[in-house]
């Protein structure tokens, strides 16, 4: 079985971010020699165009509400992109995501506090909360070895395996 891993499109090279930039992350696009990779964005999803204003959830607020730098309240979208991301993820029958850190949408454990002054607090964006919820393992791009080293020597050992038969 081809195990399968939800990427943020934005790590993967593609410009999806506010400012139409990507976070190309050599580590999780070599995710792609061993798994099928579901790239998803977030906020593509729900229908921001790019570039956009920059986002943040404002800290304290339960439920969370998100704000854009204008001040207008976005919260909506940012729900509406991240349930249309959990549906791929079941959809691919995805158990496993490796989402771009501190993002309104799929940080996993800090995010920006709301006032746009790049000061980060704990906790986890829309998407990434959303997806945790539903019993997805989340992880970030600083810990995409936990899955690449198991599956690199998965690799190995099938292939020696195949030698071995072949002797
Ligand atoms: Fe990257 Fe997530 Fe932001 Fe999309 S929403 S650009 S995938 S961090």
């Known amino acids: 079985i081809t195990p399968v891993v939800a990427v943020s499109a934005c790590l993967l090279g593609r410009p999806c971010r506010f400012d139409g930039t990507s976070k190309p992350c050599e580590q999780a696009m070599q995710l792609a020699r061993y798994c099928k990779v579901v790239p998803i964005c977030p906020e593509v999803a729900g229908g ?15 439920p969370v509400r998100v704000v854009d730098a204008t001040g207008a309240d976005v ?5 509406a992109g991240a349930s249309r991301c959990l549906e791929q993820l079941r959809d691919a029958d995805c158990r496993v995501a490796v989402l771009k850190s501190k993002s309104p949408s799929c940080g996993s454990g800090q995010v920006y506090d709301g006032s746009f002054t790049g000061t980060l607090v704990e906790g986890w964006g829309v998407a990434a909360a959303l997806l945790r919820d539903a019993g997805v393992d989340v992880l970030d791009e600083t810990q995409v070895d936990r899955l690449l080293e198991p599956l690199r020597r998965a690799r190995v050992a099938h292939n020696a395996g195949e030698q071995g038969a072949r002797a």
């Not at 165009?49 to 986002?55: E, K, L, M, Y």
């Not at 919260?75 to 729900?79: A, I, L």
């Open 48 to 62: 921001f165009s790019i570039p956009h204003p920059p986002c943040e959830i404002e800290a304290g607020t339960r």
């Open 75 to 79: 919260t909506q979208r940012f729900h």
